[in-house]
């Protein structure tokens, strides 16, 4: 049996901050994964989207993003193995752990991968290719990820 419970919503509170310099910025208690070289996505912050783009000044920039997105949240010691179905990064590396982010194709579909814990992941895909992504991890885990 396959250890791992799907859960999927909408983004929503994602703020994207693009910075003109290489500076690491202090982004205090948000949940800060690095996206790009210059490019930060701030997870479940849009309720301080205007105090970041104050802290962000003109350095960069700050946009809300999360509209568009879904998040899949993967939960129990196989996520890695589902993520391997259809996909081209190898999430099964223990190196790839909370704090980083792959940004990837799985089942031809752009997303992003976000490990939040040994035990958790967040995957971020656009919103139209929710139910496809949803069909082949359902799929997956009822035949136990063959």
Same mark, same amino acid.
């Given at each position: 049996?396959?250890?791992?419970?799907?859960?999927?919503?909408?983004?929503?509170?994602?703020?994207?901050?693009?910075?003109?310099?290489?500076?690491?910025?202090?982004?205090?208690?948000?949940?800060?994964?690095?996206?790009?070289?210059?490019?930060?996505?701030?997870?479940?912050?849009?309720?301080?989207?205007?105090?970041?783009?104050?802290?962000?000044?003109?350095?960069?920039?700050?946009?809300?993003?999360?509209?568009?997105?879904?998040?899949?949240?993967?939960?129990?010691?196989?996520?890695?193995?589902?993520?391997? =179905?259809?996909? *081209? %990064?190898? +999430?099964?590396?223990?190196?790839? #752990?909370?704090?980083?982010?792959?940004?990837?194709? @799985?089942?031809?579909?752009?997303?992003?991968?976000?490990?939040?814990?040994?035990? =958790?992941?967040? *995957? %971020?895909? +656009?919103?139209?290719?929710?139910? #496809?992504?949803?069909?082949?991890?359902?799929?997956? @885990?009822?035949?136990?990820?063959?």
């Amino acid at each position: 049996m396959v250890d791992i419970a799907l859960g999927i919503a909408p983004a929503g509170d994602i703020v994207a901050v693009d910075l003109w310099h290489d500076a690491v910025p202090n982004f205090e208690s948000l949940h800060a994964v690095r996206v790009e070289p210059r490019r930060w996505w701030l997870i479940d912050a849009g309720d301080a989207a205007d105090a970041i783009a104050e802290l962000v000044h003109d350095d960069g920039t700050v946009t809300p993003i999360g509209g568009g997105l879904f998040r899949a949240t993967l939960t129990g010691n196989g996520w890695r193995a589902l993520l391997m =179905v259809g996909g *081209v %990064f190898d +999430a099964e590396d223990p190196g790839f #752990g909370p704090g980083d982010c792959a940004a990837t194709v @799985i089942h031809h579909v752009p997303v992003w991968i976000v490990p939040l814990d040994h035990d =958790v992941c967040a *995957v %971020f895909f +656009a919103a139209s290719y929710a139910g #496809g992504l949803v069909e082949l991890w359902t799929a997956a @885990i009822a035949r136990g990820l063959s």
